[in-house]
C-alpha cells in the first residue's frame, strides 16, 4: 500500500461488444460487486494483458450458457493512485491483518468464515473477497485513506508445459476502487487480441 509503483497501468477489460462501444463512447465503468471478484468489490481490469480479458470475457459467458462471439476488449490507461499491492511485503502484511481480525470477529459472533471454493479454474473466492471488502470497510470506519486500487497476482490454469512451474493463465489484475483513477478508455487493436 503505496504510491511507489509505477504510477500508470494499462489495463484490459472483457466484455460485449455493445458495452465496449458504450465506454468508449464515454459512459462509466460500472464496478464489479460479484461472488468471485477476488479483490474485493470494483472495476476489474487485467494488466497488460488483453487477450485474457478477451478470453476471461467468453469464459464468463460459455459459463452462463450465453453466446461468445459478442466478444470485446477495452483497454483503460489506469492511475493506481494509493494502491493495495499484494507484490508487497507491507500489502501482503495488511491483508493478513484484515483477515486475523474479521477471523476473531466473526468467532466472536459464533458465525462461520466465507469458504473459497477452489476448483480447477479457482473461480469462487468469497474468503479472499470477503477479506478485501472488509479491509476497505474497516479503513472507512477508521478515517484511514482509502485505497484508490487493489493490484494482485494470480496463478491460474494448468501448467504452461510439463514440470513448468508457472502457469497457463497467470496475470495481473487490478481492481479500481476510485474511478477517478480510470483516465481514459481507448479502442484495442485486433492485432492485440490474437494470440502470439
Excluded at 462501444?21 to 468489490?41: Q, R
Excluded at 480447477?120 to 476497505?136: A, E
Amino acid at each position: 500500500m503505496h504510491k511507489l509503483s509505477t504510477s500508470f497501468i494499462l489495463g484490459y477489460h472483457g466484455c460485449s461488444a455493445a458495452t465496449a462501444e458504450k465506454l468508449l463512447s464515454g459512459v462509466p465503468f460500472k464496478p464489479s460487486a460479484n461472488a468471485y471478484d477476488w479483490l474485493g468489490d470494483g472495476v476489474y481490469f487485467w494488466e497488460s494483458n488483453p487477450q485474457r480479458g478477451l478470453e476471461f470475457y467468453r469464459e464468463t459467458q460459455a459459463r452462463k450458457n450465453r453466446p461468445t462471439n459478442d466478444a470485446a476488449v477495452v483497454g483503460a490507461v489506469v492511475e493506481l493512485g494509493y494502491c493495495l499491492d499484494l507484490s508487497t511485503s507491507t500489502g501482503i502484511g495488511a491483508v493478513k491483518a484484515a483477515y486475523e481480525n474479521m477471523a476473531a470477529r466473526l468467532k466472536k459472533l459464533g458465525e462461520p468464515l466465507p469458504q473459497n471454493r477452489l476448483g480447477k479454474d479457482k473461480v469462487l473466492r468469497q474468503l479472499d473477497r470477503n477479506v478485501f471488502n472488509y479491509l476497505h470497510a474497516f479503513r472507512d470506519v477508521e478515517e484511514l485513506e482509502p485505497f484508490d486500487t487493489v493490484r494482485g497476482f494470480f496463478t491460474e490454469g494448468d501448467p504452461a508445459f510439463p514440470g513448468a512451474g508457472f502457469m497457463e493463465k497467470t496475470h495481473v489484475q487490478i481492481a479500481v476502487r476510485e474511478l477517478a483513477c480510470i483516465k481514459g478508455v481507448f479502442r484495442v487493436p485486433l492485432a492485440d487480441l490474437s494470440p502470439a
